[in-house]
């Protein structure tokens, strides 16, 4: 028997992560809010106060994530990619209050210009691929205004330690004679001193925040170039020279600045970028999920939260740790419970309970291939939010 319906709409939260191949996150919530109205409307409910608050964790799909939260429209500007080719790349800006943020925030993906999948038509090359692109995109947020800049840094074909980014800003980076070194990391190893005095005039007034999902050191078998550089096309030859120009570079900068990059946790990420922000512009590395949730003011979404549905393309033990999960039960008010739909589950129910979450539930009506999951994930969303609803909405007193 159904119970009394509530006395008054329930709110629920949805905030997903994109399911990698599938479903962006703005998607994903859009299929959830259809699930779980729908069925309060079956049940005779009032129709529930939905708020969307689509999620990312600093990689693939953080910039839509905050452009949906910003209720923004794209912006582009003119860089290059990896290889030295021009395009054109997307990047986001806020206003100054959007979402209750103090200040304006710009965001940029680095992949939008040294992204490997701009460089597939060429044959790799980890020596010279450059990410003077990313830097690019990051003077034009600073033309534009932006007081912060959120920088995420996935799917770089680039292993330069930041040396490209940094010399569009305004950085030189010169050998003995003076000479500026030729782009990418195959080049560090004739590096003498680094020159900012023609740094943009706004570089280092602005808070820079960089989004990473590894804790890899720069240098060193866990290092960039030992772990990533072999998928950006590093033979093991090249390896051991990136690693080399690398572990330089860390010595002329901390010879600069003071500041020991080799023992930063995460300056190998995306090729080393954070190996030169960190120390030349003061950024702060962080857990993407977390600079997401900050950015777009989750905490304060879910405050009054009676329900809240999550989710991501397979909730598995990496999802417990950083990834958009975590960071949805850990701003989730005590007593609200926190649901998990996932194109696959891979967790046990003591795991799930463990780690702050309601329940966890899979799209997945039945045995289905993964490319059924993936062509019918939304309605399978939509489905699986409107029975998470019949369950927790349709027996909570008003």
């Known amino acids: 028997m159904i119970a009394p319906a509530p006395q008054r709409p329930l709110r629920i939260v949805l905030a997903p992560d994109s ?15 259809g699930g779980v109205r729908a069925a309060a409307a079956r049940l005779g409910h009032p129709a529930p106060r939905v708020v969307l608050a689509p999620l990312a964790d600093g990689g693939e799909g953080t910039l839509d994530a905050l452009l949906t939260a910003w209720s923004v429209e794209p912006r582009t500007t003119a860089c290059h990619d990896a290889a030295g080719r021009a395009r054109s790349a997307r990047y986001g800006i806020s206003s100054s209050g959007t979402s209750g943020i103090p200040r304006t925030m710009g965001v940029l993906e680095a992949a939008e210009a040294n992204g490997l999948p701009l460089v597939a038509d ?11 692109g990313v830097g690019e995109i990051a003077a034009r947020l600073l033309d534009d205004g932006a007081e912060e800049i959120l920088l995420c840094i996935g ?25 500026p070194l030729p782009p990418g990391g195959g080049a560090l190893a ?20 960089i989004a990473v999902d590894v804790d890899n050191p720069l240098c060193g078998p866990r290092g960039a170039a030992a772990v990533f550089g072999p998928q950006k096309g590093a033979t093991p030859d090249d390896v051991v020279v990136l690693d080399a120009g690398l572990a330089h570079l860390a010595r002329i900068v901390e010879e600069a600045t003071g500041v020991a990059v080799l023992e930063v946790p995460g300056a190998g990420a995306a ?46 033990a990496q999802s417990l740790g950083g990834k958009v999960v975590q960071a949805v039960v850990g701003n989730a008010p005590a007593g ?46 939509e489905e699986a939010a409107a029975q998470v609803y019949g369950v927790f909405g349709a027996n909570r007193p008003g």
């Open 19 to 33: 399911l990698k191949g599938s479903l962006p996150a703005a998607e994903a919530a859009l299929a959830m809010s």
């Open 122 to 132: 060429l044959p790799l090359d980890a020596l010279t691929a450059t990410s003077y």
């Open 155 to 179: 799917g770089s074909a680039t292993t330069d330690g930041g040396a490209g980014l940094l010399s569009a800003l305004g950085a030189r980076f010169l050998d003995r004679d003076g000479d």
């Open 190 to 209: 004739a590096l003498a001193s680094i020159d900012t005095t023609d740094l943009h005039p706004r570089a280092r007034s602005v808070r820079w925040r």
């Open 271 to 316: 090729g080393g970028l954070p190996a030169v922000l960190v120390p030349f512009l003061g950024a702060e590395i962080v857990p993407g999920s977390a600079l997401v949730a900050d950015a777009v003011g989750l905490s304060a979404a879910l405050a009054d939260a009676d329900l809240v549905l999550t989710g991501e393309g397979s909730l598995d």
């Open 336 to 381: 609200c419970a926190v649901v998990a739909i996932a194109g696959r589950v891979q967790l046990t129910a003591a795991e799930v309970q463990d780690a702050g979450l309601a329940a966890a539930f899979s799209i997945a009506t039945g045995p289905m291939a993964l490319d059924e999951l993936i062509q019918g994930a939304g309605a399978l969303m």
